[in-house]
């Protein structure tokens, strides 16, 4: 009990005596808490500066917005949550969590979609269980302090590839999202038992070159609104499913599983997309009619770029419409069989109803398209 009283002081002490903290709470503020300050009345530009000063921990939809502005609030307030996006927690505020006596379902639901910007070591874990942390928290903290934060480069083809710890996820349809299709449903928990390597950014012309001249196959036609493939930053496409596939055999990986790319593009997010649309991804209203080069947007908390839009994404499985109705609960490796096989994340040509990290598409494995390329996983090196 004293050890538990002593830790819970020094994390409070670090919390109150650090400068660059404000006095009052520093987590950040929830949907429904938002909402609440509208309906109580505080000023706008106070709960504007609010949001500002301590971020949010959603993705305010328009529905957000609308029910917001019915509530009372004021254009400040909306500008606001447009500007502001899930922080990743500090140390600091990870303490404050839990010496202010925050349960630790909540805290653990804020390390899982925000991250943490600091690596969680074994000390720093040690005291936060005397503080009152517990097993499922410590757990919680241990995957945010490597998800995404190792990233090696691959000799082979030039690509940069992200260690996706192993962790449990909601798969399927988001909450609130009624833009869902059947095939999305039902949601289901999903987890990833291993750890797998993946490519940071979709294969690229330039990775796609190498392959090519060691393997003695010619590169694809030119994207959409392009004559050649002079430029190596963009992402290959009108590539068929085999053809990523050799790809990927060649690189040293495979092809991710569905449930894989799911719970990558997601990275602890619960929401339809893991950010605002237009500072993530490419699609139909903003990119000009043509894809673009990778990582010119805004990553996820994983440090994956373009998980959402620019051009499709060949996962391994085979395409079954109702497979969500049986598949596993660890490590759905898609159905056995089947004609078509499936495609994520959306492209460049689509509108943003398709851009959500639930939406299933499918092609004919044998052939390729210019809205489709790939990205590879698996064990390209040991972690």
Known sequence: MKLRIVATLILFLAV??????????????????????V???????????RIKERGIDF??????????RKAGAQEAVIQALREARPRPLSREQVGQLVAGGVANQRAVMLVKKNGIDFVADQRYLETLRMAGGDDTLIAALHEASTAGRIIQQNPKDGLKYVWVSPGTFQMGCSPGD?????NEKPAHKVTITKGFWLGQTEVTAG?????????????????????SWDNDALPIVSVTWDDATAFCDWAGGRLPTEAEWEYAARAGSTEPRYGHIDEIAWH????????????????NAWNLYDMLGNVWEWVNDWYQEN?????????????????????????????????????????????????????????????
């Open 39 to 49: 309906k109580f009345g505080l000023d706008s530009s106070e709960l504007a500066k």
């Open 323 to 383: 497979y969500y109705q049986k598949s596993p609960s660890q490590n759905p490796p898609g159905p056995a069989s089947g004609e078509q096989r499936v495609l994520r994340s959306g492209a460049w040509f689509e509108g943003p109803d398709k851009l959500r990290e639930s939406f299933r598409g499918l092609g004919f494995p044998n052939k390729g398209s210019d809205l489709s390329g790939f990205r590879c996983g698996g064990d390209i090196f040991a972690p």
């Open 16 to 37: 109150i005596v650090h400068p660059a903290l404000p006095q009052e709470a520093t987590v950040p503020l929830g949907k429904d808490q938002v909402l609440e300050l």
């Open 59 to 68: 993705e305010p939809t328009d529905d957000d917005f609308a029910t917001l």
């Open 178 to 182: 009624n833009a869902c299709n059947d």
């Open 284 to 299: 139909s209203l903003n990119s000009g009619s043509k894809i673009h080069e990778v990582a010119q947007k805004r990553p």
């Open 207 to 227: 990775a796609y070159k190498r392959f090519t001249a060691v393997s003695g196959r010619m590169m694809p036609p030119p994207a959409w609104h392009y004559s």
